[in-house]
């Protein structure tokens, strides 16, 4: 994987390979084709994928009324520490603000300091623990409100 410009697109179907080897390369519990297939064709999503040359990265939000959910949030460990997750954020959240989300929350695991900086410098503050959720391991529970207010957007720049 080089290092060069990151170009976010669109996640398409013929991208799902590539997605399912990075989820299966660095998470304890993979999605599944199938998974990102039902993903792609929900009309209440938006996916993105990140790519410099390959998909080095992907990410997902869910809109229910105005509630926006980041389903997933993922780059290379190889490619981590360069804006990668930041500017997928950005994207998510402008999309599901777009789709007429005015809040967002997410879970994260309890011990991922990394992730947790990243959502904590969006606005989302922990409100609340998911004993176990992910294999054993305890999720915070992330919200920030009012992601469609004019303060908050252009905080996103």
């Known amino acids: 994987m080089g290092l060069g410009v990151i170009t976010l697109r669109p996640l398409g179907t013929s991208d ?23 993903e792609l064709a929900a009309d209440d999503r938006s996916y993105v994928v990140a790519e410099d040359g390959e998909v080095v990265g992907f990410g997902g939000v869910m809109v ?34 777009g789709m007429g989300a005015r809040h967002l ?9 990394a992730a947790r900086r990243l959502y904590h410098r969006f606005g989302l503050a922990p409100v609340g623990v ?3 959720y992910y294999q054993g391991e305890d999720a915070l529970i992330m919200w920030v409100h009012d992601i469609d207010s004019p303060e908050y957007f252009g905080s996103l720049n």
């Open 130 to 132: 998911r004993p176990g």
């Open 64 to 97: 229910v009324g105005e509630e926006a959910h980041i389903t997933n949030l993922l780059v290379a460990p190889e490619q981590r520490r360069r804006g990668i997750a930041r500017q997928m954020m950005t994207r998510l959240i402008r999309d599901a603000v």
């Open 16 to 38: 799902i390979s590539a997605v399912v080897a990075l989820e299966e390369a660095n998470q304890p519990q993979p999605w599944t084709v199938g998974i990102l297939e039902g």
């Open 105 to 113: 929350t997410l879970e994260v695991r309890a011990g991922n300091e």
